[in-house]
């Protein structure tokens, strides 16, 4: 299957920034972009498109989620972080069940899809179930199951989430085509013991996966763990092995400049989430001190709990500009650089060196941005439109390896009436 976009604006990373092809062509053949340019490709497509009005863009990467948390959408709003998680969200989510979390799941990958994203990050329990609606979608998605520790008697041998996090490695891993990669986790210093996070690190590594962690989002958390090992957060996974292979860290609101240097030594990605950091009054990433030491900054959602949704052009927004407010620097942390974190450093980070950018080559993971929309005339700088104008329901098409998934408010590979259907089903059971 070939398609051929006709007189659509092209929006293509280069090395520093982004330009753009005014009024092109973009062709797919299979799973990847075969043409780019300003004039007509030579060859036959067999579906050719009119995209006048709209601008082609890289899928966006959403590299810090947990998709089922929208079931606990709403919940507890505007309570201090403590009272909100232990008394609001642990209950319910201890009634969660594999098929609470696939209808959750297929919920979410409805909301991700439609507001442009082609691929994600996940972390949360019952993986396999958000596994299958990924397959089902027709979504890019590094999924992990985090290891967390409370029983002290507990042994990496006989914890359960480790057993499970193996499983779904051999299960899983390069399914979809390679559409899903199963990553490990180790949820966070304040949920794990040292022993313990020592021997997943190192199972990780022996499997060759990718490390998914929360890292110092409050300050009580980084605080207590210096109390507690007389180390930061980022030099306690470090020291167990956490950094020796490709890791990267949520939040990392309160890290040090030792931290940010050793992040950038070790290659570890960091992952912005401005609306739950803002939501929880966590705090402000020093996101201007981590790209100037050269750390591979992502963009994430965090889960709907404390966002309370999964648009990544929310993300966008809000990292393009908190920090010009915060810093008193309207040229600080610009939308060329926010933009690149929810593209090409996602893809970087989700290890997917085809994905990331339009390029020839490059799977064809391309959202597309219906531009005859008022707030979005005129178009005097193309990145400024999609980080501080547009919105997720702008998005007319998203398609991930060359296939459309959704367009024009249609769903192309799920069931939108019957996701919604299991979705209100499923909540009756939590509530
Ligand atoms: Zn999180």
């Given at each position: 299957m070939s398609i051929l976009f006709e007189h659509a604006d092209i929006l293509i990373t280069e090395e520093n920034g982004f330009s753009e092809i005014k009024n092109g062509y973009l062709g797919v053949s299979g799973k990847k972009?075969?043409?780019?340019?300003?004039?007509?490709?030579?060859?036959?497509?067999?579906?050719?498109?009119?995209?006048?009005?709209?601008?082609?863009?890289?899928?966006?990467?959403?590299?810090?989620?947990h998709a089922a948390m929208v079931m606990l959408r709403g919940l507890g709003s505007d309570l201090p972080l403590q009272e909100w998680l232990f008394e609001k969200m642990m209950p319910v989510e201890d009634r969660f069940t594999a098929p609470t979390i696939?209808?959750?799941?297929?919920?979410?990958?409805?909301e991700m899809i439609g507001t442009g994203t082609t691929s994600f990050s996940d972390m949360y329990f019952f993986c396999d179930a958000t596994v299958r609606a990924c397959l089902d979608a027709g979504i890019k998605a590094n999924i992990a199951r985090p290891i967390q520790c409370f029983d002290p008697n507990e042994t990496y041998e006989t914890s359960v989430r480790a057993a499970e996090a193996a499983e779904l490695?051999?299960?899983y891993n390069g399914a979809g085509e390679g559409r899903i990669l199963i990553d490990d986790s180790i949820h966070a210093e304040y949920t794990c013991n040292e022993t313990i996070a020592r021997a997943h690190a190192e199972a990780a590594g022996a499997r060759g996966s990718r490390m998914h962690i929360h890292l110092s989002e409050t300050k009580k958390e980084h605080e207590e763990c210096i109390r507690k090992y007389g180390k930061t957060p980022a030099k306690w996974f470090a020291d167990l092995g956490a950094f020796d292979i490709p890791a990267f860290a949520a939040h990392c609101v309160w890290v040090s400049d030792e931290d940010i240097a050793l992040l950038a030594e070790k290659g570890v990605s960091a992952v912005h989430n401005p609306s739950s950091n803002m939501k929880l009054g966590s705090g402000f990433m020093?996101?201007?001190?981590?790209?100037?030491?050269?750390?591979?900054?992502?963009?994430?959602?965090?889960?709907?709990?404390?966002?309370?949704?999964?648009?990544?052009?929310?993300?966008?927004?809000?990292?393009?500009?908190?920090?010009?407010?915060?810093?008193?620097?309207?040229?600080?942390?610009?939308?060329?650089?926010?933009?690149?974190?929810?593209?090409?450093?996602?893809?970087?980070?989700?290890?997917?060196?085809?994905?990331?950018?339009?390029?020839?080559?490059?799977?064809?993971?391309?959202?597309?941005?219906?531009?005859?929309?008022?707030?979005?005339?005129?178009?005097?700088?193309?990145?400024?439109?999609?980080?501080?104008?547009?919105?997720?329901?702008?998005?007319?098409?998203?398609?991930?390896?060359?296939?459309?998934?959704?367009?024009?408010?249609?769903?192309?590979?799920?069931?939108r009436e019957k996701i919604m259907q299991n979705a209100r089903d499923a909540q009756k059971l939590l509530y």
């Open positions: 972009i075969d043409y780019i340019g300003a004039c007509p490709p030579q060859g036959a497509y067999d579906e050719t498109r009119d995209f006048s009005n709209k601008l082609l863009m890289p899928g966006l990467i959403n590299t810090h989620c696939k209808a959750a799941s297929d919920l979410a990958l409805l490695f051999k299960e020093p996101i201007d001190k981590m790209m100037k030491a050269g750390v591979n900054v992502t963009l994430g959602t965090d889960g709907a709990a404390s966002n309370n949704n999964l648009n990544m052009f929310e993300e966008l927004h809000l990292a393009s500009i908190i920090h010009k407010g915060h810093m008193l620097d309207s040229t600080a942390v610009k939308c060329t650089e926010t933009l690149r974190m929810a593209t090409l450093n996602g893809a970087k980070l989700q290890g997917r060196p085809d994905t990331g950018a339009l390029k020839v080559g490059n799977c064809a993971d391309i959202v597309a941005i219906d531009l005859d929309r008022p707030h979005l005339f005129p178009n005097n700088d193309t990145v400024g439109l999609i980080c501080y104008s547009a919105q997720g329901s702008d998005v007319c098409m998203t398609m991930a390896d060359g296939k459309i998934l959704y367009e024009n408010g249609e769903f192309l590979t799920l069931d």
